[in-house]
């Protein structure tokens, strides 16, 4: 799979060193500030959640979010699930 001209392979990295290098993005797109209050805003929202599915669930609105602010044009696709599909044009 390809992503931003790079091969990308779908080994999980650390949740940290994916939060620096997902800010690190957004403040070369400009949005960096937008991108950091959604972090803090579906933290709060996951340490009150107790229910798997609903966290799992959440995640991916959280990632759908900073997919749309960060104007992404491919398909979001989450353990082989179309979230979002490709922006036209």
Known sequence: MIVDGEEYNEKIIPEAKFRKQLLEKAK???CDIEIKAIIEKYDRILKRCTNDKEKKDIA????AEV???????GALVVNG?????AKEG
């Open 81 to 85: 699930r179309e979230v979002l599909p």
């Open 67 to 73: 997919h749309k602010t960060m104007n992404c044009f």
């Open 60 to 63: 991916i609105m959280a990632v």
């Open 28 to 30: 070369i797109y400009g």
